[in-house]
């Protein structure tokens, strides 16, 4: 049997980046996010016809990342002992499983198992995927494979979020979580193909010499602020910041767009750069070393937020938005390289300060709004944040 391990300490040093592998496990793992962005896509629309309050719609929303916080160490642990194509395999299906029960319309507590099955389904997923990524190549281009392995899994929120908007107009509510669940399992099949693959270029061999990589238990407070900031307070919040700003309509010459049209364009730009760029930033990464391109990556985040804080003129909070949306992708990428690549229990560790983050960050900006009922404060806490971080890795030095 071919171990988890197995496959992190298999390549030799000198081997080229192992490409096809991961792009085919990358789209193994596109496939399962089908289902996790219908329900972001459907959910807050359709609730009231399934008979949920606005309460239940945020704890079926979180509950997800929540339960991850608790699993992510027990799917490092399974699979340290365990073969991760079988694995992946029976969690891909599981979390078809979870969008067909969305589809039976079930009850809140039923619903809620559901989206809990999901979080720790995604555990095994995103630990088996960026892990054996990384087992590819050597640690010297470690973030450069990442971004590749990322790219590719930006489809699935992307083509998901499209697809579940789609087809609920065309189809209705039950028939679009039927059709969903069916494509997540394409996943299986690509994961099979994945690891055929990888099997090819990679001679089992015993454990290839040990990381230098250190692991910094600060590292862990720039994976929570990272997600906190990013997918949590700012992308959380932006279209309460935007209307706040600009009101209903948003006008650039003779064009005119509806607040909310600009509000998705800028969250879908968020996902275009981890897409398109996250293979760019990765070598980058790579190029520069990760230390240095994490301080560059919270202190430019922290002066777009710092920025978009002060100006409110579209044509500086726009750009500043975007500008703050490629640093936190550098962030994300250098942060997750560097934890993969000090071993599997760290990295569970990182993911669960990560999905603390991306938990908690949605509560701290609309209990800020609620408060002072000032769109600035979102950027400021932001930019305070991300100077923390930015302050926490130059003392490391």
Same mark, same amino acid.
């Given at each position: 049997?071919?171990?988890?391990?197995?496959?992190?300490?298999?390549?030799?040093?000198?081997?080229?980046?192992?490409?096809?592998?991961?792009?085919?496990?990358?789209?193994?793992?596109?496939?399962?996010?089908?289902?996790?962005?219908?329900?972001?896509?459907?959910?807050?629309?359709?609730?009231?016809?399934?008979?949920?309050?606005?309460?239940?719609?945020?704890?079926?929303?979180?509950?997800?990342?929540?339960?991850?916080?608790?699993?992510?160490?027990?799917?490092?642990?399974?699979?340290e002992?365990?073969?991760?194509?079988?694995?992946?395999?029976?969690?891909?299906?599981l979390?078809?499983?979870?969008?067909?029960?969305?589809?039976?319309?079930?009850?809140?507590?039923?619903?809620?198992?559901?989206?809990?099955?999901?979080?720790?389904?995604?555990?095994f997923?995103?630990?088996?995927?960026?892990?054996?990524?990384?087992?590819?190549?050597?640690?010297?281009?470690?973030?450069?494979?990442?971004?590749?392995?990322?790219?590719?899994v930006?489809?699935?929120?992307?083509?998901?979020?499209?697809?579940?908007?789609?087809?609920?107009?065309s189809?209705?509510?039950?028939?679009?979580?039927?059709?969903?669940?069916?494509?997540?399992?394409?996943?299986?099949?690509?994961d099979?193909?994945?690891f055929?693959r990888l099997?090819?270029?990679t001679?089992?061999?015993?454990?290839r010499?040990?990381?230098?990589?250190r692991?910094?238990?600060?590292?862990?407070?720039r994976?929570?602020?990272?997600?906190?900031?990013?997918?949590? *307070?700012? #992308?959380? +919040?932006l279209?309460? $910041? =935007?209307?706040?700003?600009?009101?209903?309509?948003?006008?650039? @010459? !003779?064009? %005119? *767009?509806? #607040?909310? +049209?600009?509000?998705? $364009? =800028?969250?879908?730009?968020?996902?275009?750069?981890?897409?398109? @760029? !996250?293979? %760019? *930033?990765g070598?980058?990464?790579?190029a520069?070393?990760?230390?240095?391109?994490?301080?560059?990556?919270?202190?430019? @985040?922290?002066?777009? *937020?710092?920025?978009?804080?002060i100006?409110?003129?579209?044509?500086?909070?726009?750009?500043?938005?975007?500008?703050?949306f490629?640093?936190?992708v550098?962030?994300?990428?250098?942060?997750?390289?560097?934890?993969?690549?000090?071993?599997?229990?760290?990295?569970?560790?990182?993911?669960?300060?990560?999905?603390?983050?991306?938990?908690?960050?949605?509560?701290?900006?609309?209990a800020?709004?609620?408060?002072?009922?000032?769109?600035?404060?979102?950027?400021?806490?932001?930019?305070?944040?991300?100077?923390?971080?930015?302050?926490s890795?130059?003392i490391?030095?």
């Amino acid at each position: 049997m071919f171990s988890f391990m197995a496959y992190l300490h298999a390549m030799k040093h000198d081997e080229p980046i192992v490409k096809w592998p991961v792009i085919l496990l990358g789209m193994s793992v596109a496939f399962s996010l089908f289902g996790d962005m219908a329900i972001y896509a459907i959910l807050p629309v359709y609730h009231e016809v399934l008979g949920f309050g606005p309460m239940q719609v945020g704890i079926l929303l979180s509950a997800n990342r929540w339960v991850r916080i608790i699993t992510n160490r027990g799917a490092g642990r399974v699979l340290e002992r365990s073969d991760p194509s079988r694995v992946l395999a029976v969690v891909l299906f599981l979390g078809a499983c979870a969008a067909a029960i969305y589809a039976s319309t079930p009850p809140f507590l039923l619903f809620l198992a559901a989206r809990i099955l999901w979080g720790v389904c995604w555990s095994f997923i995103r630990h088996i995927g960026v892990m054996t990524s990384l087992g590819t190549v050597h640690e010297k281009r470690a973030a450069g494979i990442l971004g590749i392995y990322n790219g590719v899994v930006q489809f699935g929120f992307i083509a998901g979020t499209l697809a579940a908007g789609l087809l609920f107009d065309s189809w209705g509510y039950r028939a679009t979580f039927w059709l969903i669940a069916a494509m997540s399992l394409i996943g299986i099949p690509l994961d099979f193909a994945g690891f055929t693959r990888l099997r090819k270029h990679t001679s089992i061999r015993h454990h290839r010499a040990p990381t230098q990589n250190r692991f910094d238990r600060v590292m862990l407070l720039r994976g929570f602020i990272v997600s906190c900031v990013g997918t949590g *307070l700012i #992308i959380s +919040t932006l279209g309460f $910041v =935007l209307r706040q700003h600009f009101g209903e309509v948003f006008q650039v @010459g !003779s064009i %005119v *767009l509806g #607040i909310t +049209t600009v509000n998705a $364009v =800028l969250i879908a730009s968020h996902y275009t750069i981890n897409s398109i @760029g !996250s293979p %760019v *930033l990765g070598r980058l990464i790579d190029a520069i070393g990760r230390s240095t391109s994490e301080f560059l990556a919270f202190t430019f @985040g922290c002066a777009a *937020l710092t920025l978009a804080a002060i100006f409110t003129q579209p044509w500086v909070l726009i750009p500043a938005v975007v500008i703050f949306f490629v640093a936190t992708v550098t962030g994300k990428l250098s942060l997750m390289s560097q934890a993969g690549l000090t071993g599997s229990k760290n990295f569970s560790l990182m993911m669960s300060a990560s999905d603390m983050g991306s938990a908690t960050g949605p509560i701290i900006g609309w209990a800020a709004i609620e408060t002072s009922g000032s769109p600035e404060a979102i950027f400021t806490i932001g930019a305070a944040l991300f100077a923390i971080a930015a302050v926490s890795e130059l003392i490391k030095r």
